[in-house]
């Protein structure tokens, strides 16, 4: 197993035990980051009266994505510290009829230099996260999320 590997692997048990959400999504870690973080949920427990995605479970994976973006970004930078989402908003584009895949990376990546720094000093930053979900290689949703960050009391 690589390091990749074990990268995607400890991400993907962290959200299955602290998020069981995700478990029952079924929600499974491609990629897992600084550069990006990919998730991917299959249709059958995520599925609507319509036979397609329920919107919550396409918004709920953009979220995943983008928070454990900015999780395993912190501990690549050393920073023991929690991430909550604070407001979110969700464009949805297609219905989704198939496994769907959430992939989230910082737009923007000379802001999460202010964001450390602003972390470091005032122990709180926050950051916008975005993310983009497909299916079949379609954009089917896009999601853009506030996150707050909170550094661990040491």
């Known amino acids: 197993m690589s390091a990749d590997d074990r990268a995607e692997r400890r991400v993907e048990n962290y959200l299955h035990e602290q998020i069981p959400l995700s478990a029952a999504m079924q929600v499974a870690v491609l990629v897992a ?3 990006a973080v990919e998730l991917r949920a299959p249709l059958a427990p995520n599925i609507n009266h319509k036979s ?3 919107g919550g479970s396409i918004a709920t994976l953009g979220i995943l994505a ?3 973006l900015l999780h395993v970004r912190l501990l690549e930078a050393g920073l023991a510290g929690e991430v909550v989402i ?3 908003h969700v464009d949805y584009d297609k219905p989704v009829t198939g ?3 959430a992939r989230s990376s910082l737009a923007d990546d000379s802001r999460w230099a202010g964001f450390t720094k602003m972390l470091a000093r005032k ?3 926050r950051i916008e996260v975005g993310s983009v979900v497909t299916s079949g290689g379609i954009t089917v949703a896009r999601f853009q999320g506030k996150f707050v960050a909170f550094l661990n009391a040491e």
Do not use: L, V
């Open 52 to 54: 397609t995605a329920f």
């Open 86 to 88: 604070q407001s979110s």
């Open 99 to 101: 496994s769907f895949t």
């Open 123 to 125: 122990k709180m930053a």
């Open 66 to 68: 983008a928070w454990s």
């Open 33 to 35: 980051s600084g550069d």
